[in-house]
């Protein structure tokens, strides 16, 4: 199983960038939970937003209401739309995958920096 990120980069304060986690193996992201963090040097990674199989979704409160995670599951690819960016935005962001066998699969890490 492979997850691979896209998508991270420089952007403006009050800019915008789209995340992408596109997953192979094996596996599909239409039965599972699938989501993003995101870590600070420094600082624990913390959970940035998640969609379920039946498609509820769960943002940090830091988020709510600027980021947006979606999914195609024709593509087996999820996304995150991050509007209205914040320089305290900027971390690594990490794509993951949760099966319903308790299983966890990550992405490598996408950059985003935020410039104010």
């Known amino acids: 199983v492979q997850l691979q990120a896209s998508g991270g980069g420089l952007a403006q304060a009050g800019g915008s960038l789209r995340l992408s986690c596109a997953a192979s193996g094996s596996i599909f992201i239409s039965i599972n939970t699938v989501g993003w963090y995101r870590q600070v040097p420094g600082k624990e990674r913390e959970l940035v937003a998640s969609?379920?199989?039946?498609?509820?979704?769960n943002y940090a409160d830091s988020v709510k209401g600027r980021f947006t995670i979606s999914r195609d599951n024709a593509k087996n690819t999820q996304y995150l739309q991050m509007n209205s960016l914040k320089p305290e935005d900027t971390a690594v962001y990490y794509c993951y995958l949760h099966t319903v066998y308790g299983m966890d699969y990550w992405g490598k890490g996408t950059l985003v920096t935020v410039s104010s």
């Open positions: 969609i379920t199989s039946g498609g509820a979704t």
